[in-house]
């Protein structure tokens, strides 16, 4: 359970866990919201037409209601007699023996676990038969991890919430900038080569030629923009392809040199892999637009244990005192680097100085 990040992945993985380990035909798992309902419901050992015919997200309600309000676990020989059942609709399967445990976080419940009709050890369901204490025991185990698990994903869901927050700030930010500010300049210049054309028409055409040096660089501020806003291709082209197009690009776009130099990594987790490929398009954001650099040179390759990856971005230009770009308020997307990085697992390193250029390096630790 706690390899995977994504909150969806980490409740479906908990349910067909319990589905397995006690042995239950039908296994689901119920996250409250705060309104009644159920922000999430997933279910293990019904088809997605059996559930597309069942129709709405459960409310909370009978049995429900109650484990959603009661840390103590719930065992009935037959959820059907128990005061509290309410019924089901009519595409739902049948079910008797029932076992339910909450997932807690401290003295909150997270979440609840609902698991039905009791299997033999053939895997077949034999009347009357019902969880065991053992059953119930086991359960409370796999909750117990599970809230941990849980509350990661969560974590993590979060903390890259932020990370894009923080990202279109700044892509707003560089947009207002850069490109808007052009543009403003653009339109003056305009409007001073229209008055000119007929009184003074070498000035005129020196304006005009200033319009167009002005058009030029905010078409290429709005495509660094653009390229960074457009989802990678990650998953058809892969990493490698990726990386060498867009660099490939800046490389005719900006006066530096841009070159890309790599070895064969072993397949990555794609949120390491989306990791590497924004990290370096930060670095290299940094290197062509504030660091005045005249060769960038990206390198990927092999972890030294030969699984994960490591990333490096260097460039020849003024280079920086990262302490003092932190006092100043002036990040350069250092803090996105670092969250992106430690949101994987992995670490990160920037060595810089003044005249000494900059050196960016991201390693991964593979899947």
């Known amino acids: 359970m706690s390899r995977h990040l994504e909150v969806r ?26 309104h009644g309902g159920f922000a999430q419901f997933v279910v293990d050992g019904i088809s997605d037409a059996q559930w597309r015919a069942i129709g709405p997200l459960p409310r909370q309600h009978g049995i429900l209601a109650a484990m959603l309000k009661d840390t103590a676990p719930q065992r009935l020989a037959d959820v059907r007699d128990d005061p509290r059942f309410g019924g089901w609709p009519s595409a739902h399967p049948d079910m008797s023996a029932f076992l339910g445990v909450p997932i807690l976080d401290g003295d909150d419940i997270i979440g609840a676990l609902f698991l039905a009709n009791k299997h033999s050890l053939a895997n077949k369901r034999r009347p009357g038969e019902i969880f065991t204490a053992h059953d119930e025991h086991l359960l409370r185990i796999l909750a117990a991890h599970a809230a941990i698990a849980l509350t990661n994903a969560r974590l993590y869901e979060r903390s890259r919430e932020l990370t894009l927050a923080g990202e279109r700030a700044r892509i707003a930010h560089d947009l207002h900038d850069a490109v808007s500010q052009k543009l403003f300049s653009l339109r003056l210049t305009a409007q001073a080569a229209s008055a000119l054309v007929s009184r003074d028409p070498d000035r005129a055409r020196a304006e005009l030629a200033e319009v167009s040096r002005l058009a030029a660089e905010a078409a290429e501020e709005l495509r660094g923009v653009v390229i960074e806003l457009r989802p990678a291709a990650l998953d058809e082209d892969g990493l490698l392809p990726t990386l060498s197009s867009q660099i490939e690009v800046l490389d005719r776009a900006h006066a530096a040199r841009v070159s890309f130099t790599h070895t064969r990594v072993r397949a990555l987790p794609s ?3 989306a990791a590497l490929l924004r990290v370096a398009q930060e670095a290299l954001h940094n290197a062509l637009r504030h660091s005045g650099a005249k060769a960038v040179r990206v390198e990927l ?67």
């Open 9 to 34: 992945e980490v409740l479906q993985r908990i349910v067909a866990s319990a589905r397995t380990l006690v042995g239950a035909e039908y296994a689901a798992l119920g996250v409250p919201d705060d």
């Open 301 to 367: 390759h092999p972890a030294g244990a030969g699984r994960g990856a490591v990333l490096t971005v260097t460039d020849d230009g003024a280079g920086f005192v990262p302490d003092e770009v932190r006092r100043a308020g002036r990040h350069l997307g250092l803090v996105s680097m670092r969250d992106r990085a430690a949101g994987v697992g992995g670490t990160l390193r920037i060595e810089s100085a003044p005249g000494q250029g900059t050196v960016v390096v991201l390693e991964v630790p593979g899947g």
């Open 271 to 273: 949120a390491q892999e």
